[in-house]
């Protein structure tokens, strides 16, 4: 670490603590608001803001601020390429300006509207795999000295976790919508038809054992609906947002099957290259199907009633 980070106060320990807020704080905009607030009193600056840019507009508009005027700053919008934010957020550079009334580049308007005078300013991107998505600016100290090289370097690492911190929460965003419009789809495909007084009672006895935790044992003629009833059972209760694991018994011989039932410990037999999680392990708290289980040896039926009895599996399990 050079020497203006030393003087800047900044301890290993508390940029331990920052770095945990990004997987402990649920909320994205609480956990910027934090790391903007935390730069902003490292550094002992007057003012501070975090800039995005909107996938639509193109613009970039106040996500965070900080200091006397953060109220009336969120009010704006800023083009590409206007301003320092704006000049940064384009060229994807860090920038330090020491005297914003002798840089071109200053956009003079906002301040001059709020009332809110600014002489130094240090502005850095906040990238996601390459691309610019905003930038973090601190304006000014408190004690009237210049922002420095220095202070740059440390904005860049909080401008990085933020960052981060972005991406992350847009990912799962998208995952959960992803998950989301697939159940849906299943939904759809997996629907139950049927009014007949037989099948009322077998959806209602599903709905019964959706329910509990016992094992059912499904029959029926090929094509009656078990696989359906067996997603029925898995989505009507309270497993339905735990994985529901399918395993088709009679596709696989047995070795491979005990193997995709239980898994293994990497190296527990000659080409056990890395671990492998069983399906029974995959399905913890959810529901697992275990397709055509008649085809099963008699051997591999015992193993499973045990677990099936127990609700257990042993990691010593088929060795
Ligand atoms: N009651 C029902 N309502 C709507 N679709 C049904 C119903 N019963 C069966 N089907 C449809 O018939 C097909 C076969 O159902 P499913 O795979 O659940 O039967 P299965 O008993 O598991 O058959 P197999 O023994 O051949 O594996 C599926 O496309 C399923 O959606
Ligand atoms: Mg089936």
């Not at 331990?16 to 490292?42: F, G, H, P, Y």
């Not at 704006?86 to 003079?108: C, F, H, I, M, T």
């Not at 998505?133 to 690492?157: M, P, Q, T, Y």
């Not at 003629?221 to 529901?244: N, V, Y």
């Amino acid at each position: 670490m050079n020497k203006e980070l030393l003087n800047s106060d900044i301890s290993i320990d508390r940029f331990k603590e920052i770095s945990t807020w990004v997987s402990s704080v649920n909320n994205l905009d609480q956990l910027l608001e934090l790391i903007v607030e935390t730069a902003t009193r490292m550094m002992n600056a007057r003012a501070s803001s975090l800039l995005l840019v909107d996938h639509k507009t193109k613009k970039l508009y106040f996500k965070v601020a900080t200091g006397k005027k953060k109220d009336d700053i969120k009010n704006f919008e800023i083009e590409m390429g206007q301003g320092i934010a704006g000049y940064v957020a384009e060229k994807g550079e860090p920038l330090l300006v020491p005297d914003v009334n002798k840089d071109s580049r200053w956009y003079k308007e906002i301040g001059e509207s709020i009332g809110f005078k600014t002489r130094s300013i240090a502005c850095v991107p906040m990238k996601v795999k390459g691309e610019t998505i905003g930038v973090v600016e601190i304006i000014d100290k408190i004690d009237g000295s210049r922002i420095c090289e220095g202070d740059v370097k440390i904005l860049a690492v909080f401008a990085e976790l933020a960052a981060l911190a972005i991406g992350n929460a847009r990912k799962i965003e998208l995952v959960t919508r992803e998950v989301s419009d697939l159940k849906e789809q299943l939904a759809v495909k997996y629907q139950m038809v049927g009014d007949s007084r037989a099948l009322r009672q077998v959806i209602s006895d599903a709905h019964k054992i959706a329910n509990s935790t016992i094992s059912t044992l499904i029959l029926g003629e090929s094509g009656t609906g078990k696989e359906l009833l067996a997603r029925l059972i898995h989505w009507a209760g309270p497993r339905k947002d735990k994985p529901m694991i399918l395993l088709n018994c009679a596709a696989l011989p047995e070795t491979l099957l005990e193997d995709e039932l239980f898994g293994h410990e990497k190296g527990a037999y000659t080409g056990a290259m890395r671990q492998k999680i069983g399906k029974f392990e995959l399905a913890d708290s959810g529901t697992i199907f275990l397709d055509e289980i008649g085809e099963m040896s008699p051997a591999m039926q015992a193993k499973l009633l045990h677990v099936l009895q127990e609700g257990l599996i042993l990691s010593s399990w088929g060795q």
